[in-house]
């Protein structure tokens, strides 16, 4: 797995999990996850952005592939907020 936090935002993580099970045939399907972490006194917006991105992560897996949707939720998450 791997963790990424933004130290101007305070509390807020993103954690990308990343399993590769193997089948009988010794075929591997990357299967990846974004388990967000909110902190309790965030806002409204804040929170909901979070709930969504699991399932807005996969989208973006299926359109974008692994290695540019990893980048993007970097990138996204490492932008300072106003």
């Known amino acids: 797995y791997m963790i990424i936090k933004n130290p ?6 993103l954690m ?7 089948n009988e045939e010794g075929i591997a399907i990357p299967v990846l996850d974004l388990l967000p972490k909110i902190p309790a006194h965030s806002n409204h917006k804040a929170a909901a952005a979070a709930e969504n991105a699991p399932g807005c992560f996969r989208i973006m897996l299926r359109l974008l592939g692994i290695e540019a949707s ?3 939720v970097v990138k996204s998450f490492a932008m300072e907020t106003e």
Do not use: A, R
């Open 70 to 72: 990893i980048e993007s």
């Open 16 to 22: 990308i999990i990343w399993k590769i099970p193997v």
């Open 8 to 13: 101007e935002l305070s509390g807020f993580e």
